[in-house]
């Protein structure tokens, strides 16, 4: 078995670099693998191992949790009916790029229940970069659309989106 096989350290290139930790995320392993993978990450030099696995793979979690792994968050699925009601008669519309600079206020300290901040060896101020960069990202290409939900032409939300293949649902990236 050659573990790189099952790495990807392309897919947090970005958290490694923000957050100034070498951190990698493991893909296609199952829980005969694991050890000898998260063995392997940790002689090469590895902080952290990420990953996503479905909720349904009860086995993997508790073989994953028995290897040091924590459970921190699920994906966020919405998925909306479409009407022909234009976007401008509700509180959310498009992003503009005068939003920027208000978002960006909006995500300093807004994800504190997310896993990276709530991990004591991370500097809070490198987690806050970390989102002020997903915002600007997806703001700038990165998301399908950015949706900004206002009060008195004051932004008080967002949300960055992305259809997933043909499926007529989005997947959030980020939720306030």
């Not at 300093?108 to 989102?131: I, M, Q, T």
């Amino acid at each position: 078995m050659n573990y790189k096989d099952y790495l990807d350290t392309k897919k947090t290139e970005f958290e490694s670099g923000i957050l100034s930790k070498k951190i990698v995320s493991i893909k296609n392993f199952n829980s005969d693998n694991l050890n000898k993978i998260v063995e392997e990450c940790r002689k090469s030099g590895f902080d952290y191992i990420v990953c996503q696995i479905g909720i349904g793979k009860a086995e993997l979690i508790k073989a994953m949790v028995s290897n040091g792994f924590r459970i921190f968050g699920l994906p966020v699925i919405l998925k909306a009916k479409l009407n022909k009601k234009p976007m401008e008669e509700s509180r959310i519309r498009k992003y503009k790029k005068a939003d920027l600079n208000e978002l960006k206020k909006i995500s300093k300290g807004a994800f504190l229940n997310s896993h990276w901040y709530n991990n004591k060896h991370l500097k809070k101020g490198n987690v806050d970069n970390l989102y002020i960069k997903w915002l600007e990202n997806c703001c700038n290409g990165g998301a399908e659309i950015v949706l900004v939900y206002e009060e008195n032409d004051k932004a008080l939300g967002y949300v960055a989106c992305t259809k997933k293949k043909d499926v007529c649902r989005y997947a959030a990236r980020l939720i306030f």
